[in-house]
């Protein structure tokens, strides 16, 4: 049981450059986040999808997208990639009864040069 | 103005040593107070959860909520090595709504 796994773990781009982040649960959650940590600023929700077939912006959405693929699985799309994007992106999932409860990722570092 | 606001640190205490973390709050529609403690390089994982006012003991931690003064803590007792992490307070209004999170506290205990 793996619980919420992230890939990649470390990734540098170059402005303008695009990348996928992936996301995966194995707890049959319904409800699964995106969001962005950076030093002064705590954990900010960048998108979230509360069902399979549902998505919602969060708190800082802009240059990003996303895709609830499947149950399982919740991708974060940077299209043109900019420094400000540098930060830690960590992926998390709740159940619908139980939201409070989210289970969070190991995170993916990224540094946007 | 931050709708929660936590007083980064980084806070250092001895080995053993009673440890007080806080949060204050504005949004008065919140009910739910969780505490997520984040080891370095890992993700938040979920410490204490309480509904509404009053307090949660668990082990070595207590959390307590005062909606009165919007204002929430978690004390660690007996505090050790092991306890060195970021703790994040986070809150939330209706059930299955947003988490709101703090900026999150630096703690290392010193043995």
């Known amino acids: 049981n793996a619980g919420v796994t992230q890939t990649p773990k470390f990734q540098v781009l170059k402005t303008g450059q695009s990348m996928t982040l992936q996301c995966a649960q194995d707890m049959n959650h319904n409800s699964m986040y995106w969001y962005r940590q950076d030093p002064g600023m705590g954990l900010r929700l960048i998108y979230y999808s509360a069902s399979e077939g549902t998505t919602d912006k969060g708190e800082v959405p802009n240059g990003y997208n996303v895709s609830r693929l499947n149950k399982r699985e919740f991708s974060l799309r940077l299209e043109s990639a900019a420094p400000s994007q540098t930060s830690v992106y960590f992926c998390a999932s709740s159940g619908w009864q139980n939201q409070e409860t989210q289970y969070f990722g190991p995170g993916t570092r990224l540094l946007v040069l | 103005q931050k709708e929660v606001e936590q007083d980064p640190g980084p806070l250092s205490v001895p080995e053993g040593a009673i440890v007080s973390l806080n949060c204050t709050y504005s949004n008065s529609a919140f009910q739910y107070f969780m505490w997520y403690r984040q080891y370095s390089r890992k993700g938040p994982e979920l410490l204490m959860y309480?509904?509404?006012?009053g307090n949660k003991e668990d082990g070595r931690f207590t959390a307590q909520v005062d909606k009165s003064s919007k204002y929430i803590s978690l004390f660690i007792r007996d505090s050790q090595p092991s306890d060195s992490a970021t703790y994040l307070c986070a809150m939330s209004g209706t059930s299955g709504s947003r988490l709101t999170f703090g900026e999150g506290t630096q703690l290392t205990v010193n043995p």
């Open positions: 309480t509904y509404s006012s």
